[in-house]
């Protein structure tokens, strides 16, 4: 059993020994990564103490349920991230590690200071990622906004402290409904609109057209991949257990989830590029999963979010080296593609079916789920659920069409497309996916080994007192 | 017309701020009236968090300091890290221009000479306040803004002043990584990760509190070093190797 | 008080990142925003007539809030990251587009 402050002090320390011996970086990273990705299945569960000080006193890590499957998780994207930016690593290697552990430590951490510490180690690697790919300004719109909702998430912070004199999460909880109704609504708006701007929600999300319409093969699967699901799972660590809001204030919430959702689902269609459109689906994903997440439909939300996350690793992936290899991902340029990459077409088709939630598919549950919690608050949701998830399979039907079909102008633009793009490594990414497709239709079919475990995550997560009394149970 | 609603939009959010913090039934604590006995400090400052480790638990006299590096210990490391991935950023997005940067009024006498009686007097500060960090306010991070300081004086009087000097480089590594090994020795020998493995010997002294002063110490010279190499990179890109 | 002042401070921060459109400024208005917030965070720490709280310095268990000084510690720092990083990327806007404003350089940025 192995202690989980070892999931985010060795990939720490070996950072800063990367720093010191140039040459070892690259094994160091590799075998970094793949230690978190195994050592996720065994973790020891419970509550965790930094330092020996006993919660609220000191800082405690938290692996319940929710923790133990959001960390096996992301531990697996980042890995097989790595598998598919092989090529394009060049000097990030260390930013990568520092990476690695600020997820890990994001997911489980108890403690309101210490999660903003982890945002910001996330945010400020995203910023210099990013930086890679050219576009400064871009770059540049997200440091602002991203520093701006930090901000404005430790302001909230503060004012919570100001009121009851804590920070631990646990603490919190607990005494979070007896304070008084105008400091409640002010500290829960600016941590909404803190932890929003990373999750992508509609005010605050000006940033995410420049950042992911401009990846590449490295930093397309990790922002969209493991960067939104840590930061969603945060959001619904936070909104679902520990501050769970008022239905006055809750109201407001949701809407704005909504309006993301069908906004960007809108976006969607209307785009001709591929790396805008998986943006834009991706937006409308987390608006989807956080209104989940603040109706109380746990189990539907977990679910949506680790279909998205290993969906969106293939589609950005193909969509980051197809950029790559010929200049443009013009969707007219790509069509007849899957006629000659068979592989790779079985993992994109049966990833984005899955996504839209079809029958025998994984992401069929996910949509089964999603409707039976809105439909249990009021009529008004799932109504909403419905005309985006019609918008989505609309266009991504559309997508598959277009590139397993030659299009009228000819076999001679597939054939330019094809010629240029395996040069790279494509083979591997064919594997992925293909790998990723079975995993998809297998558990769509006999879907109760992962079900159970999801069903049990999202029960942990809906049980505050148990939440309670493992941290401070101790007093 | 756009700095028009910009305006407007800020006086109503703060008014909107005002007016739920400071009504009459809030609960926030009106400025200077609090108490200590409603918060999480009145233990860290009585010292009476573990009442089953010798007395005193942490022997540093400035209670910020016990707090920093002793029972918050984690948000230090995160800031830490913090401030290591923005001096590797900057060094990284620096490698585009590849050209010195000039100043058109070089430096004169004065400058060139007394840096030299000047310079010296600000290290000796900043290391001072780095190793004295559990005695008197201050601590690992001025420290090392102070020696960063003290570089930058040396970048702006001499224009032949060679930064990137590798032994920084080779300093912040060694330092961060001494820093961790610590932690996992605390974690193998006590149990949990920073834990507090030396004797704490007696408030006041300058050899007490176990490893408070030997992280501080780590920290003022990997922030010293980092924020050279920051200030290093915005005058000389970096050099292609 | 001087807690209305502060929280206006922030927003000042607020309003010239919304104002601006140089990028200098932009990042000199997020200074300003940051300052206003850690001076927010320190007066909520304030007990009237409590000393610093150092032992040995002569006072006896009157102590001001030792926590909220910590927090700034770090905030202050990831401040200064922040700022790093974002001259040096003004510093290459200014190289691959010739200028600080942000209409001339949303004119020239295909995104």
């Known amino acids: 059993m192995i202690n989980p402050v070892l999931l985010i002090a060795i990939p720490l320390l070996a950072a800063f020994i990367s720093v010191l011996l140039k040459k070892l970086s690259m094994v160091l990273l590799f075998g970094v990564s793949i230690f978190t990705a195994i050592s996720g299945f065994f973790l020891q569960k419970g509550m965790f103490m930094i330092g020996g000080w006993k919660p609220p006193f000191g800082i405690n890590l938290m692996i319940d349920d929710y923790s133990f499957i959001i960390i096996i998780v992301i531990n697996?994207?980042?890995?097989?991230?790595?598998?598919?930016?092989?090529?394009?690593?060049?000097?990030?290697?260390?930013?990568?590690?520092?990476?690695?552990?600020?997820?890990?430590?994001?997911?489980?951490?108890?403690?309101?200071?210490?999660?903003?510490?982890?945002?910001?180690?996330?945010?400020?690697?995203?910023?210099?990622?990013?930086?890679?790919?050219?576009?400064?300004?871009?770059?540049f719109k997200y440091l602002v906004l991203g520093t701006v909702g930090s901000s404005l998430y430790l302001f909230g912070i503060m004012v919570l402290y100001g009121t009851l004199g804590t920070l631990n999460m646990a603490d919190i909880a607990q005494h979070v409904p007896d304070i008084s109704n105008g400091v409640k609504l002010i500290s829960l708006t600016f941590i909404f609109a803190g932890l929003g701007v990373e999750a992508k929600l509609l005010p605050f999300n000006a940033w995410v057209k420049g950042i992911y319409g401009n990846t590449t093969p490295l930093t397309g699967?990790?922002?969209?991949?493991?960067?939104?699901?840590?930061?969603?799972?945060?959001?619904?660590?936070?909104?679902?257990?520990?501050?769970?809001?008022?239905?006055?204030?809750?109201?407001?919430?949701?809407?704005?989830?909504?309006?993301?959702?069908?906004?960007?689902?809108?976006?969607?269609?209307?785009?001709?590029?591929?790396?805008?459109?998986?943006?834009?689906?991706?937006?409308?994903?987390?608006?989807?999963?956080?209104?989940?997440?603040?109706?109380?439909?746990?189990?539907?939300?977990?679910?949506?979010l680790i279909n998205n996350a290993f969906a969106k690793t293939i589609l950005f992936s193909y969509a980051a080296k197809a950029y790559k290899s010929n200049g443009n991902d013009s969707i007219d340029n790509m069509s007849g593609l899957f006629r000659k990459n068979v592989m790779l077409g079985f993992g994109f088709t049966v990833a984005t079916l899955s996504l839209i939630g079809l029958p025998l598919f994984f992401g069929f549950y996910a949509k089964i789920s999603m409707l039976q919690s809105a439909f249990a608050v009021n009529m008004w949701i799932p109504a909403f659920i419905i005309l985006g998830s019609l918008i989505e399979g609309i266009y991504y039907i559309r997508l598959l069409v277009k590139l397993w079909n030659p299009g009228v102008e000819g076999q001679e633009s597939s054939e330019l497309v094809q010629s240029q793009f395996v040069i790279k490594n494509g083979f591997s990414l064919s594997l992925i996916a293909v790998l990723i497709g079975i995993l998809f239709v297998v558990s769509g079919i006999i879907p109760d080994f992962l079900t159970e475990n999801i069903s049990k995550a999202a029960d942990s997560l809906s049980d505050a007192a148990t939440y309670l009394s493992t941290v401070l149970g101790g007093i | 017309m756009k700095k028009l609603i910009a305006i407007l939009l800020t006086v109503v959010v703060v008014l909107f701020v005002f007016?739920?913090?400071?009504?009459?039934?809030?609960?926030?604590?009106?400025?200077?009236?609090?108490?200590?006995?409603?918060?999480?400090?009145?233990?860290?400052?009585?010292?009476?968090?573990?009442?089953?480790?010798?007395?005193?638990?942490?022997?540093?006299?400035?209670?910020?300091?016990?707090?920093?590096?002793?029972?918050?210990?984690?948000?230090?490391?995160?800031?830490?890290?913090?401030?290591?991935?923005?001096?590797?950023?900057?060094?990284?997005?620096?490698?585009?221009?590849?050209?010195?940067?000039?100043f058109r009024h070089k430096p004169g006498f004065i400058i060139n000479q007394g840096m030299k009686i000047i310079v010296g007097i600000i290290l000796i500060t900043g290391i001072y306040i780095f190793v004295h960090g559990h005695l008197t306010p201050g601590g690992g991070f001025p420290g090392g803004a102070m020696i960063g300081s003290a570089f930058l004086l040396m970048y702006l009087s001499n224009d032949k002043f060679r930064s990137r000097i590798t032994a920084f480089k080779i300093l912040e590594g060694l330092a961060g990584s001494l820093i961790m090994i610590i932690g996992l020795v605390g974690l193998s020998t006590g149990g949990y990760f920073l834990y507090n493995f030396l004797p704490n010997g007696e408030i006041g002294q300058i050899l007490s509190a176990g490893i408070i002063p030997i992280l501080y110490v780590l920290i003022g010279l990997k922030v010293g070093s980092e924020v050279s190499n920051i200030l290093g990179d915005f005058f000389i890109g970096e050099v292609e190797q | 008080?001087?807690?209305?002042?502060?929280?206006?401070?922030?927003?000042?921060?607020?309003?010239?990142?919304?104002?601006?459109?140089?990028?200098?400024?932009?990042?000199?208005?997020?200074?300003?925003?940051?300052?206003?917030?850690?001076?927010?965070?320190?007066?909520?720490?304030?007990?009237?007539?409590?000393?610093?709280?150092?032992?040995?310095?002569?006072?006896?268990?009157?102590?001001?809030?030792?926590?909220?000084?910590?927090?700034?510690?770090?905030?202050?720092?990831?401040?200064l990251g922040v700022t790093a990083v974002a001259l040096m990327l003004a510093r290459n806007i200014y190289k691959t587009y010739g200028t600080y404003e942000i209409d001339e350089i949303r004119g020239e940025n295909d995104d």
């Open chain 1, 76 to 139: 697996l994207l980042f890995f097989i991230t790595l598998l598919s930016g092989m090529w394009d690593l060049k000097k990030n290697k260390t930013i990568l590690m520092v990476i690695l552990a600020g997820i890990n430590g994001l997911v489980m951490t108890g403690d309101l200071f210490n999660l903003f510490v982890f945002l910001e180690i996330i945010t400020i690697s995203g910023y210099i990622l990013a930086a890679s790919s050219g576009k400064y300004y871009s770059v």
């Open chain 1, 221 to 304: 699967p990790l922002f969209s991949t493991v960067f939104a699901t840590a930061a969603i799972a945060v959001f619904g660590r936070v909104f679902g257990q520990i501050l769970v809001p008022d239905s006055t204030i809750v109201f407001a919430f949701i809407a704005l989830g909504l309006i993301t959702f069908i906004f960007a689902e809108a976006s969607a269609m209307a785009s001709k590029k591929l790396r805008e459109l998986l943006t834009f689906s991706s937006i409308g994903q987390a608006g989807l999963i956080i209104t989940m997440f603040l109706i109380g439909g746990f189990y539907a939300a977990l679910i949506q």
């Open chain 2, 19 to 102: 007016a739920n913090l400071y009504s009459d039934d809030s609960d926030f604590k009106v400025f200077g009236e609090k108490l200590l006995e409603q918060t999480v400090s009145e233990e860290f400052v009585n010292k009476t968090v573990d009442l089953q480790r010798d007395q005193p638990e942490t022997g540093s006299a400035n209670i910020v300091t016990s707090i920093v590096v002793n029972y918050r210990s984690f948000d230090t490391m995160g800031e830490v890290t913090v401030l290591f991935i923005s001096a590797l950023g900057v060094a990284l997005l620096g490698g585009v221009l590849n050209k010195k940067v000039a």
């Open chain 3, 1 to 79: 008080m001087s807690q209305y002042l502060y929280i206006a401070l922030m927003f000042v921060g607020i309003y010239g990142l919304l104002s601006q459109k140089n990028i200098l400024k932009m990042i000199i208005s997020l200074n300003i925003m940051e300052l206003g917030l850690n001076l927010f965070i320190i007066s909520t720490g304030y007990i009237n007539d409590a000393k610093a709280p150092i032992i040995l310095f002569g006072n006896e268990g009157n102590y001001v809030d030792p926590l909220p000084q910590a927090i700034v510690l770090t905030a202050i720092v990831i401040g």
